[in-house]
């Protein structure tokens, strides 16, 4: 167990402290736009400024608005986007968003040196959120919400096991991340490159580098990342492969423990239980 597995592992944060000693303008700002009162997490503040909420567009056509408002979650790759699954209530995909590189239909890199803070938290990697549900994170969640999580949790592994089983073809699927090759070049133009070694992995994870698996034993992790903590104001469930995990992970995890002195990912099950 590495030293930074063991300083998670002791860590029991309290989920809804840092944001109840927020201010309420912020609180009465996202209970109106859960509400569909609002198309905008926004408030002024004492001294007459708009204030955008964490984890929304801070300017433009979009200001205050979360990016899974308004962007198109439901395509497939087929279509340039990085869908996987979807249900009834929810959509699961692949991070994406890239800005600083080609890379395939915007598809979040899993190698940190390509990546950086947008790299993926493990080989395979997916959020799922609600498609039609305004939630602003997991401290706004309330008892009768627990089916949907349910429901979450059940996409978001059903879209880890199609990637675990998916032919190196499919893009974004483990073998597709295995089989990658060759150079990107980055905006600021050097060029990087896209082979992923052993070395991309967390310590902790190494030994499972090139190996075949069987998805029934493995670890499959489901995770929020718990105001205030996440970078994107719109309820989303991290499920990615805990035997898979990238040093971008631990990277996310040590600044977390720096910035908030807690943990970047928050365990399914702990918030389930605060409900």
């Not at 860590?11 to 209970?31: K, Q, R």
């Not at 986007?81 to 995909?93: D, L």
């Not at 799922?128 to 949907?148: D, F, M, Q, S």
């Not at 967390?202 to 105001?227: E, V």
Request: with cysteine; charged share 20%.
């Amino acid at each position: 167990m590495s030293l930074l597995t063991r300083q998670l592992t002791s860590v029991s944060p309290d989920f809804h402290g840092a944001y109840e000693s927020t201010s309420p303008e912020l609180h009465d700002a996202v209970t109106r736009w859960e509400r569909g009162e609002s198309e905008t997490i926004t408030y002024v503040d004492n001294d007459g400024n708009e204030v955008c909420a964490p984890g929304t567009v801070p300017g433009g056509p979009v200001k205050g608005k979360p990016v899974f408002q308004f962007l198109n979650t439901t395509q497939t790759f087929a279509d340039g986007g990085t869908m996987v699954a979807e249900s009834e209530n929810c959509v699961s995909f692949i991070p994406a968003g890239f800005r600083n590189g080609p890379t395939p239909n915007a598809m979040n890199p899993v190698r940190e040196e390509v990546g950086g803070s947008s790299a993926l938290m493990s080989l395979v990697h997916v959020l799922t959120i609600p498609k039609n549900k305004r939630i602003y994170n997991a401290v706004t969640l309330t008892r009768e919400h627990k089916p949907l999580l349910q429901e979450m949790k059940e996409l978001g592994e059903k879209a880890v096991g199609i990637l675990l089983n998916g032919p190196k073809e499919m893009m974004g699927s483990l073998q597709w991340i295995y089989a990658q090759s060759g150079e990107i070049e980055m905006k600021d133009g050097t060029k990087k490159s896209l082979l992923v070694t052993m070395e991309d992995l967390s310590p902790d994870s190494q030994m499972n580098f090139g190996h075949s698996h069987t998805p029934s034993k493995l670890d499959i992790r489901n995770s929020f990342h718990a105001y205030p903590t996440a970078s994107i104001g719109w309820l989303h469930l991290h499920t990615y492969v805990g035997d898979l995990l990238t040093t971008a992970h631990d990277t996310m995890e040590r600044h977390a423990m720096e910035e908030y002195n807690c943990k970047k990912n928050t365990p399914f099950e702990e918030i389930v239980s605060t409900l």
